[in-house]
């Protein structure tokens, strides 16, 4: 598969498993109107930062890391039925096995040249 071919089908299951948490949350009777809210717009970012990624942005990358490292510390942490947690950490390690190898066709960062003499 080809680093762009990886790049899809990661945006694809950041699609899927953002949709999932936004259920998931949604039916959280417990959380305040307010807190759902805003947990979903949060949620919601994850889908914004995979089209960067599509877009060759590493900002992106970066951003969609440690959104998915943050689902795989609250699949583990977090209580609530196990197949969820479970499908959360399987879908939360798949984006971060993508995105490491499609690393490999982003651009490489240029850092400016120092002028001064030290």
Known sequence: MTAAGRRRVLGAVVVVQTLCELVYVGGRSELTVGLRVFLMIVLAL?????????RRSA???FALFAYEAMAVVAAFAAHGPVLARAALAVAAVAVIVLLLASLSDFPSATLPRSTSRT
């Not at 994850?46 to 599509?54: D, K, P, R």
């Open 46 to 54: 994850q889908v914004v930062f995979a089209q960067g990624v599509l």
């Open 59 to 61: 900002g992106s990358v």
